[in-house]
């Protein structure tokens, strides 16, 4: 809040400073009233100064309050002997007093007049308690809501129990089960934010079709229902000479007033898949369970959760609720409700409109937005950063206000308004009560409060911009929609932009005849066809429109099912913007994001797009990404890792190509990538294994004790050199040195098993295909005895194998290795074993010798072979003989210089090799600099999905350079071709 809009107190105190005359006629009246009602009550209130200061707030404020004590004597003197006009309920207590002021009852009149009396009881307590400033916005909202949860839970178990006597027990036809009503509370009472004089909205259900049993005739369970149904309405709703309970509302029911009034849940999931709305979603978010079958009805919430709550990015919503605003301020004018402070412009509905827009569209992926408080999902939204946290509190303390309005507006009278009042002494007494000095402040509080309201909602659902280019729009539109002359079309799409505006044409044309249009529905054609004029605007700018369309537009036929993502770059004119900058930067950019579109989402945010996240950045990610789906939903969290990753790598290679940072900063943010996803797929499948088998154990001098087990990893993982798209080079070892001692788990399985089935799932987690694609390919030849040897070695074998059996490849290999996740232990003892083996003496010549034959034979096999080119890995002077010389310095040189092998990444090995005097420092510069721009220029290949092969102009000084270190290291002259 700014300092001009101080937050809204919560709850609102009257102040005592120049009080109005018509608050103080008012208390006087209300005073004689309980006075001659109840003399004896009112002398015990007075004489606490608490609840005297109490009353002075309250009976000004609330007639209903007032009119309800004194027609009822008795109600002041029990709410005082019991304390209840001062304390809080303790859970639970509102169903134990339902079911104690239902105990006597004997049919349904009687049950409705309990259940009235209560109502008057209860309402005049939380209404006190308001006004008097006791409680919060939300200790209020709750308090009401659990009552009328208590009210229709405590009211329907005696009627069910009556009608079962009367017409049977429903039986399910399929589970041969008892069958119990379900109610569904939906809006504020399924949200737990129900106000003062509310109606409940309540859609009925019940699992199964069948008939009852033990009557003398039986009935349909639908017919059993609608009448138990009608009960329930019946002994909520009726008026009475003792009032009602609660206004119910069953028009949220499937077809509303024409649909019948219970269904199955088969047909409910029916209707919702078939006919089911948009404003139907909205409405499920708060749906919760609030009588019946608890255990049926959580079962039919996660039943409907897939209509409600999509997998993909849902920004179809903003439209589906602009529409929505669109026929709600219709009738506002209509009915003349510009002053309504829940429809009107800025009211309470625009804040839950807000927030639920963004739950529909991100709750799907995000389980911790499918919450049903308005104001913690508020929090989530800016924790998130979904809103700015100023707009975020901005909402929250105009809801708070608006709210706190409602009750003081409601609780006046005890009737369901939301209209400000035009008497000026009610204006006077509402002022006073919402803690404001006069008519005209608070008038201004609620002009201020609700054009900030106003100005969010805009902001979030303004209509998207039609402009992207100088060019007419319109013109645009009616090229793609193929209403000009060709030639009138060419001169379009070269205003705005096009070099080859004949070629951009036909291509559009293709689109529009081929499948991926033909098969749109309407609404999503109705998408496509607003889209491509701001596409073809967007595209025009670039500096290569030909190429860039090309790229754009199959990502747009690969998406084009999923209307949603048509309607995100619709909707946000800064992700379509970034979209066509990266495709034209990278095919392979625009590749990722048509395979997976979910990426389209982080376009948003040109801030965090171009800023790759660091390593503690991406640990919180992940775990927060994790913590949204369900720890017993393996599917789930495979698909949330790889939504991770990918997100990640988009911004790695988006400000690649922005050349924001350099190569090596782009590999070492992929390799902390890689290592952060290897951290959780290996506790996934740790956690996995372990609840089934239990945790492995070993015997030490005869003493159990835990066993390690880490995840090791060699090559381009191990050298802090991973590209885009680049496997994993892995090997598995445990500490384990008894491999048939049995894990401590109900279902034992020795060791060696559970280790080796570890090692297969994590595998497995890592290059399963799933809905959102791949994490990582996984390559474990690396390990002792390559594809013969097991899968997972434990420490011991693994030094046995490294000092006996290794070939000096593998001893290669290993200077490139280290621990990437798992067990310290473990890790420790493998960069033990690693310094032993790599520091033993050698002899120079034999190293030298078997190092060059490995690399003449990889250079036979993977080389070009080409005069004309250059492969900058394989041939002659590029990437692996500078590889190989590094590995020869070390395995040669690290006896006598052990520092050689603190290192695994190239260019730090290059560096102690020069310190060492193994190679001069300007060798070492050379090799160095000849690397980077090597691993640079596979980068930028990669990117553009060309191989990696240049033309043999290319590098010809780095080339020379390394060819000349190569002959004086290794004792062989090459050619470059």
Not at 289 to 306: F, H, I, K, N, S
Not at 328 to 336: A, L, P, Q, T
Not at 447 to 461: K, M
Request: with cysteine.
């Amino acid at each position: 809040m700014t300092a001009e809009s101080p937050p809204p107190a919560d709850p609102p105190v009257p102040t005592a400073d120049n009080e109005p005359e018509a608050v103080t006629r008012l208390r006087r009246e209300a005073l004689a009233t309980l006075e001659e009602a109840a003399p004896e009550a009112l002398q015990r209130l007075r004489a606490d100064p608490e609840r005297a200061a109490d009353l002075d707030r309250v009976a000004p404020a609330s007639e209903f309050v007032v009119r309800a004590l004194s027609s009822h004597p008795a109600l002041l003197g029990e709410l005082l002997d019991s304390g209840d006009l001062a304390r809080p309920y303790d859970e639970g207590e509102h169903a134990r007093r339902v079911e104690a002021a239902l105990a006597e009852a004997t049919d349904d009149n009687t049950l409705g007049a309990a259940l009235r009396r209560l109502r008057r009881r209860e309402l005049v307590r939380i209404v006190w308690r308001d006004l008097a400033g006791r409680v919060s916005l939300d200790a209020t909202t709750a308090d009401l809501s659990a009552f009328a949860e208590a009210c229709i839970d405590g009211a329907l178990a005696r009627l069910e129990g009556w009608q079962r006597t009367e017409m049977g027990t429903p039986m399910g036809a399929y589970s041969g089960t008892i069958q119990r009503l379900v109610v569904l509370g939906m809006g504020k009472l399924g949200a737990g934010e129900l106000n003062v004089s509310s109606d409940i909205d309540l859609i009925f259900a019940f699992p199964e079709a069948g008939e009852t049993a033990g009557a003398n005739r039986s009935v349909d369970n639908e017919r059993y229902f609608t009448r138990l149904g009608q009960r329930l309405i019946q002994a909520l709703d009726a008026t009475t000479a003792e009032g009602r309970v609660f206004r119910v509302d069953m028009r949220l029911r499937p077809f509303g007033e024409a649909g019948a009034l219970v269904a199955s849940f088969d047909a409910l999931e029916n209707y919702y898949q078939l006919h089911g709305r948009e404003w139907e979603r909205y409405a499920l978010i708060k749906a919760r369970v609030v009588g019946g079958d608890r255990t049926a009805g959580d079962a039919l919430m996660e039943q409907l959760r897939p209509f409600v709550y999509r997998r993909y990015l849902d920004y179809g919503a903003f439209e589906s609720i602009r529409d929505m605003k669109t026929l709600i301020n219709r009738e506002v004018r209509k009915k003349g409700l510009e002053e309504n402070i829940k429809l009107g412009a800025g009211g309470i509905r625009e804040v839950e409109f807000i927030a639920q827009a963004f739950q529909l569209i991100r709750g799907g992926r995000d389980s911790e937005l499918r919450r049903r408080d308005l104001r913690g999902v508020l929090r989530l939204l800016a924790a998130d950063d979904v809103l700015t946290d100023y707009a975020a509190r901005e909402l929250d303390a105009a809801y708070v206000f608006l709210r706190h309005l409602e009750h003081r507006l409601q609780a006046r009278a005890d009737r369901q308004t939301h209209e400000l009042p035009e008497d000026a002494g009610e204006r006077a007494v509402l002022a006073w009560a919402m803690g404001e000095a006069d008519w005209a402040a608070l008038e201004a509080r609620i002009a201020d409060e609700r054009d900030r309201v106003r100005g969010h909602f805009e902001q979030v659902f303004s209509a998207p911009q039609t402009e992207h280019a100088d060019s007419d729009p319109g013109d645009l539109a009616l090229v793609w929609q193929e209403g000009l002359e060709p030639a009138e079309a060419d001169a379009a799409l070269a205003a705005a932009g096009f070099d080859d505006p004949a070629a951009a044409r036909e291509r559009l044309a293709a689109l529009r005849r081929g499948h991926a249009y033909r098969g749109l529905s309407n609404r999503g054609r109705e998408r496509l066809d607003h889209l491509m004029p701001l596409l073809l605007g967007a595209v025009g700018g670039r500096d290569a429109p030909r190429r860039t369309l090309e790229r754009a537009l199959e990502l747009v036929e690969g998406i084009a099912r999923r209307s949603v993502y048509l309607a995100l770059l619709v909707e946000n004119p800064m992700a379509l913007s970034q979209l066509v900058k990266l495709c034209e930067a990278s095919p392979w950019i625009a590749k990722q994001l048509g395979q997976h579109p979910v990426l389209l989402d982080d376009l948003l945010d040109p801030a965090t797009l171009y800023r790759p996240p660091d390593r503690a950045e991406l640990e919180r990610d992940a775990d927060l990404r994790l913590r949204r789906v369900a720890g017993d939903d393996l599917e789930a969290q495979m698909d949330a890792l790889r939504d991770f990753a990918q997100a990640a790598m988009l911004r790695v290679a988006a400000a690649d190509v922005a050349e924001a940072m350099p190569l090596m900063v782009v590999s070492d943010h992929l390799t902390h990538l890689a290592e952060v996803i290897l951290d959780r797929v290996l506790t996934l499948a740790w956690s996995h294994l372990a609840a089934r088998h239990g945790r492995p154990r070993c015997r030490r001098d005869d003493e159990v004790c835990d066993t390690g087990f880490a995840v090791i990893g060699y090559g381009k993982l191990g050298g802090w050199e991973l590209g885009y798209g680049s496997d994993l080079d892995l090997v598995f070892l445990h500490d384990s040195e008894t491999e048939d001692e049995p894990t401590d788990g109900e279902r034992p399985v020795a060791s060696a098993v559970f280790f080796a089935r570890l090692a297969q799932r994590i595998i497995h987690l890592l290059g399963a295909q799933t809905a959102s694609g791949t994490l990582y390919e996984v390559d474990v030849r690396l390990r002792p005895s390559g594809t013969a040897g097991l899968l997972v070695t434990n420490l011991e074998g693994f030094r046995r194998y490294q000092e006996e059996s290794a070939w000096t490849w593998e001893h290669q290999a290993l200077v490139r290795a280290r621990p990437v996740a798992g067990d310290p232990g473990v890790s420790q003892a493998f960069d033990a074993i690693r310094r032993e083996i790599l520091t033993r003496p050698r002899d120079p010549e034999t190293v030298q010798a078997e190092v060059r034959d490995m690399r003449r034979r990889m250079r036979e096999t993977h080389g070009s072979g080409r005069s004309d080119a250059f492969d900058l890995k394989q041939d002659p002077g590029g990437m692996a003989d500078i590889e190989f010389m590094v590995q020869y310095g070390v395995l040669a040189h690290a006896h006598a210089h052990p520092e050689l092998v603190d290192f695994t990444d190239n260019i730090r090995l290059l560096e102690r090799l020069a310190e060492a005097g193994c190679l001069t420092a300007d060798e070492a510069e050379s090799l160095a600099g000849a690397y980077r721009a090597y691993r640079a220029r596979r980068h930028r290949l990669t990117l553009q999905e060309a191989p990696t092969v240049v033309p043999a102009t290319e590098f010809g000084d780095e080339r020379r350079a390394v060819l000349a270190a190569w002959e004086r290291l290794m004792g062989e002259a090459l050619e470059p071709g």
